[in-house]
């Protein structure tokens, strides 16, 4: 009846089954009550009857009633989260529940609502414990991301929604539940803005009452549970808000106490349960194991569950055991998981490196102080049982049900340290458990069974160790703890694991850890621990390397200059060394930068190069070499820094084109297409230079012969055989084929072909340019404001109108040598760079000019007389024109009647002094007329304007203004005004040469990154080579650059951390400014030389002062001895006297 009420379906038969029993009557009912009476007793007197075949079987159908209710539940559960979701849907919009502008609803759009509610909490710690339980776990669900909840799910939001959040348009709060209830998930942003809201209502304050005051265990794992929701993240506003609770009110004490009192209880249990399974040790992987979702930093799988406790304590409590399953039981007790949410609590607290929570973890400045870093490492140190003198048996102390306590223990550890936190990294490298030696084995050891069927989690394990020990020597500059750790640490056995590792990338199968990874990891705890051992850098030098140091030596030593000898030892090598090395590839994917702190000291940061930075093209690298300026102080880092996002984007374009394989074969050969498009260019136009006007069909006139045939196919075969000899390139095949062509085909269509082919590899060149630059990504704003782009479509236009306009075109495209040659382009440029100067001395020009032209119109009118050559056309139309009317009229009658007039009538004499017309003009007849003749002929003659005008006699009036005026125009416009001009283009080439020259001495005598030049370096321990390549290599910071804005900022390092806060706020204080750590170090070991000189100096000198003033207390002594005899002896004399 209970399930027909619910509308639950049933299967026919059991329906049918239960109707006959329920209508059997009260008979039955009594039956049933009477043998369920005495059924204990019968079972104890009489021996278990058979069934019969008519009889229920009440088991098998208890059992299909429990089918039936888990598959319900399993499809119900969509719908109760959907219905849960609406619910927090409502406590962030409280608001919303009543009418726009009432008291309630302004009460809780101020928050009132959430901040009663979270004080109520608080008094139903006792009262209500289980509706408290219920709130805390509300609560943090307003803190997870959104779930989806499949078609049904999400109408039955929508309803709910609407039922009771109809008809709100707004809030002051951002952005309203989404009412068709598609359940995306949120951003982070809107996290830490409902963080900071519960924070403000006193959500923080709950946290920190419920820990300290609750006797719960629920509650406080729930509790737990609220405080990771509103930490996670990393929200540093919520950091402060504990901070300041627990130094404010004085209750630190209180609460560290509770969390001190259960890592001791939880250490306690797990050294009294204990157990070694050794019944593991080559066991297969088991069918019943439930597979423990690892622990990632930042998250945590197992409390993710709305409906039940977040914080599960794992699949050992709620399931049973079989004795024959273990020789011992291995569960964990409550006390002991409550553990894993504990310190994820503590790692968020000292997220992005907290230096105050750091430090406060461990000093409270209280009456008792409880140091949780050293009881968080004494609890690994028991867990992985190093107490019971296991420390070499990990694997049979952890196992799959605990390693995620140990993974997460771990990274708890590392975030005390990192930042870097010194005096937490002293405190667990000098306590005196075993930890390190525990840290430094889960590395070296195998972790055997545990590997043999999860080795996701071994290496997890390894790859948070390997993190945690780099975290211990962060940012030192003493090697105390790199020697402790070295002490427990064989470096044979690490080289070893860095290779394994490499090697396990291979049999990685669907594994979201990647050995190699983990192994780079250790690859770079190995390079920071070879710093302090000698013997560990020579095992992490790959075998290529180290074969031709000893090739160098060997050659070194007897001096052999033979180079085919020095070529055999080199190539001297086994066949099967040419696999690649791990630690080669390790090598190569490593670097090392040197950053300035705020303190202004210097440190050295070893990192992996991120895997994007692989499609960084040589194309790049050498531009932005060669053509990053220099800012004000002579440093190169500003520009480069500002074209780091830049280059970022080019590398995900690149890595973007790898899947488009066609686009990125042509991408590959740009310069190859570039040097096809000039080189057919100059072709084309020298055709057009020997034949153009051609006409069809008789070019071939001359090339007619037999002969000409032959020595074509002779220069064809000498073209190819010298191609195979690579002396010479392809161009005299090309030149061969050419002329082949033009033999066969006509000039025409040779022309066509070429510029046919010259377009459609301009093309192809264009395609290569955007997919090597990304240009279409970037927007149309960033492809018009591309010059180079434009010109390639300029390039690619002036094509289409040579084939298709005129072939005239094709010698636009000879300007493609200036974009080709540096030379030539700096030309250009001492014009354009300039321009402003020029272009204002010649509008100087042009006004002086106008004023010159006003004086000769007014005064010298008629000395502009020019002499002109007139075309004939126009010396016969000019006489025709230059007749009286009536001749003209004449001469037009007799041609006309077509007769001879020469024999008619005798033309008049005058014509014949007019047959030859008059070769001079005036030219200063109108001021425009004035303006153009001097500024055409006064500019371009050597002696200005005179040069032109009529020559005057001395006698005339006019003759010394004539004088005044040419040497003005002379001096003024042809030799002052015209020589500023080439001044200013031959002084800015001079200047473009020099700079020139002097970048290139920069670029080879100066460091990028620093500054230093090459003369710093001389006599020292790190050639500048050595300093460019290894220390200051720009690469090398461009792919840490990459990597800060790459990685999970909760992931970060200290230095990362710091960096990446630099970056943000373009801070670029960061990069070494003329320093470098060799210098630096070699100049204290100079001083420290000295002081060991002068000590030695010293330690002699009060050697022989101590001597000295040894033999003087020794010669005291002896004259103390002889006084005394001296006095003895007189005594006595004097009484041999007295007594004689």
């Known amino acids: 009846m209970v399930a027909k009420s619910r509308a639950i379906l049933l299967p026919m038969d059991l329906d049918a089954h239960m109707s006959a029993l329920l209508s059997s009557g009260g008979s039955c009912a009594a039956a049933a009550q009477r043998s369920a009476a005495n059924y ?134 951002g952005e309203l539940p989404d009412p068709s209830g598609s359940g995306l998930d949120q951003d982070w942003s809107a996290i830490a ?136 039981s291995s569960e964990m007790g409550a006390s002991v998981l409550v553990m894993r949410p504990i310190l994820r609590f503590l790692q968020l607290l000292c997220e992005n490196h907290n230096r105050d929570l750091q430090n406060f973890l461990r000093c409270q400045n209280n009456k008792t102080n409880y140091n949780l870093v050293c009881e968080t490492l004494q609890f690994l140190d028991i867990m992985c049982g190093s107490t019971t003198g296991g420390l070499g048996l990990l694997g049979l102390y952890i196992n799959e049900d605990n390693v995620s306590l140990v993974i997460q223990t771990l990274e708890t550890l590392t975030e005390y340290c990192q930042g870097p936190c010194h005096e937490n990294q002293t405190c667990i490298v ?49 090697s105390e703890n790199a020697e402790r750790i070295l002490i427990s640490l064989r470096p044979q056995e690490l080289v070893d694991v860095i290779k394994k590792a490499y090697l396990q990338e291979e049999e990685r199968e669907n594994s979201e850890v990647s050995p190699r990874e983990v192994g780079h990891n250790i690859y770079i705890l190995a390079l920071q621990l070879s710093r302090h051992n000698k013997q560990l850098q020579h095992l992490l030098k790959p075998v290529k390397r180290i074969q031709e140091e000893e090739a160098e030596g060997i050659s070194s030593m007897l001096s052999l200059n033979n180079k085919q000898l ?39 940061i070893v990192f992996p190069v991120p895997g994007i930075c692989q499609f960084l093209t040589e194309e790049t690298k050498h531009r932005l070499f060669t053509t990053t300026e220099q800012d004000e102080q002579g440093s190169k880092v500003s520009d480069f820094f500002d074209q780091s996002s830049f280059l970022h984007n080019e590398m995900e374009w690149q890595r973007r084109l790898r899947s488009m394989p066609l686009i990125y074969w042509f991408s590959r050969r740009m310069t190859l297409w ?61 030149v061969a084929l050419i002329l082949r062509s033009i033999y066969y085909l006509g000039i025409g269509p040779t022309l066509n072909i070429l510029g046919a082919l010259n377009l459609t590899n301009k093309i192809v060149f264009v395609v290569s340019f955007v997919g090597n630059r990304g240009t279409f990504i970037r927007g149309y704003k960033a492809m018009v404001m591309d010059m180079e782009f434009l010109y390639h479509v300029g390039y690619i236009l002036t094509s289409v109108l040579g084939l298709f306009a005129h072939e005239l075109f094709y010698s636009i495209l000879l300007f493609d040598l200036i974009y080709r040659e540096e030379t030539l382009f700096n030309v250009i440029k001492s014009v354009t760079r300039n321009g402003r100067s020029i272009l204002l001395t010649a509008l100087l020009a042009l006004i002086l000019v106008y004023l010159f032209s006003i004086v000769g119109f007014l005064f010298l009118k008629d000395d502009f007389i020019l002499e002109v050559d007139r075309l004939p056309e126009n010396h016969s139309r000019a ?41 001079t003009e005036r030219a200063c007849d109108t001021l425009l007329m004035c303006i153009v003749t001097v500024m055409n002929h006064g500019l371009r003659n050597g002696g200005g304007v005179g040069d032109i005008l009529r020559k005057p006699s001395k006698d005339e009036s006019l003759f010394p203004a004539r004088v005044v005026y040419d040497l003005l ?74 990597l800060v804005r790459v990685k999970n900022k909760t992931d970060y390092t200290g230095p990362e951390s710091y960096v990446a806060q630099m970056i943000k706020n373009k801070n670029l204080d960061w990069f070494p400014r003329m320093r470098a750590m060799s210098l630096v170090s070699s100049e204290g070991e100079g001083e420290q030389n000295e002081i060991r000189i002068l000590q030695e100096k010293l330690g002699s000198t009060m050697k022989l002062v101590s001597h000295l003033t040894a033999q003087l207390n020794e010669l005291k002594e002896q004259m103390t001895e002889q006084r005394k005899r001296r006095q003895r002896l007189g005594f006595v004399d004097v009484q041999n006297c007295i007594s004689r």
């Open 40 to 173: 204990k007793t019968a079972t104890r007197t009489f021996p278990r009857v058979i069934p019969t075949a008519n009889q229920w079987d009440y088991k098998n159908i208890i059992e299909k009633l429990q089918d039936i209710i888990t598959a319900l539940e399993e499809r119900l559960k969509p719908l109760v989260q959907a219905e849960l979701s609406v619910l927090v849907d409502v406590l962030h919009w409280p608001e919303l529940l009543f009418l726009e502008g009432s008291e309630a609803y302004q009460r809780c759009e101020s928050g009132g609502f959430l901040s009663k509610l979270i004080r109520h909490t608080k008094g139903l710690m006792e009262s209500e414990e289980k509706l408290c339980v219920k709130v805390l776990r509300t609560l943090q669900q307003m803190l997870l991301k959104k779930n989806k909840y499949g078609d049904r799910g999400n109408q039955l939001r929508k309803m709910l929604l609407q039922n009771y959040l109809q008809n709100r348009k707004s809030s002051s709060r």
């Open 193 to 328: 803005a409902t963080q900071c809201r519960l924070d403000k209502e006193g959500a923080t304050k709950l946290v920190c009452d419920l820990i300290t005051s609750t006797k719960n265990e629920k509650i406080f794992q729930e509790s737990i549970g609220l405080a990771i929701r509103l930490l996670d993240g990393g929200n540093t506003e919520i950091q402060k808000s504990f901070y300041n609770l627990m130094t404010g009110d004085k209750k630190s004490e209180r609460f560290f106490r509770v969390l001190h009192d259960r890592m001791k209880r939880a250490q306690q249990e797990t050294k009294s349960t204990v157990a070694v399974n050794m019944s593991d040790l080559g066991s297969q992987p088991r069918e019943d194991r439930e597979p423990v979702d690892p622990t990632t930093k930042g998250r945590v799988a197992s409390f993710s569950m709305p409906s039940s406790s977040r914080y599960s304590l794992g699949p050992s409590l709620h399931r049973g055991r079989e004795a024959s399953d273990r020789v011992q």
């Open 430 to 478: 000098t306590h005196e458990s075993n930890g390190i030696d525990i840290i430094t084995a889960l590395i070296l050891n195998d972790i055997s069974p545990l590997c043999k069927y999860r080795m996701d989690l071994v290496l997890q394990l390894k790859d948070n160790a390997s993190k945690l020990l780099l975290a211990l020597m962060e940012s030192r500059h003493d």
């Open 566 to 604: 020095s070529q055999m030892l080199k190539s001297s090598a086994p066949a099967q060394e040419e696999e690649e090395d791990p630690l080669a590839y390790y090598e190569n994917h490593t670097s090392q930068i040197e950053i300035v702190r705020q303190d202004r000291s210097m440190e050295q």
């Open 674 to 734: 570039g040097s096809i498009s000039f080189n057919l260019a100059v072709f084309i136009n020298i055709i057009i230079a020997f034949f153009y006007p051609y006409v069809e069909g008789a070019s071939t006139g001359v090339l007619g012969s037999p002969l000409i045939s032959l020595l074509f196919w002779i220069l064809i075969c000498f073209s190819i055989a010298a191609l195979f000899t690579k002396r010479y390139s392809v161009r005299p095949l090309i």
């Open 879 to 919: 006489s025709t024109l230059g007749m009286p009317h009536g001749t003209a009229t004449f001469v037009g009658t007799c041609s006309g009647d077509k007769i001879d007039c020469a024999s008619e009538v005798s033309v008049p004499e005058i014509l014949e002094v007019d047959e030859e017309p008059d070769s």
């Open 969 to 1042: 125009f002379f001096f003024v416009v042809i030799i002052i005004v015209l020589n500023l001009i080439f001044g200013v283009i031959i002084d800015t080439f001079a200047d473009l040469r020099s700079e020139k020259q002097k970048k290139e001495e920069i670029l080879k005598t100066t460091c990028f990154i620093c500054g230093l030049e090459r003369d710093k370096f001389d006599n020292k321990t790190v050639s500048f080579e050595e300093h460019i390549k290894l220390e200051h290599n720009m690469w090398n910071y461009l792919y840490f650059i990459v």
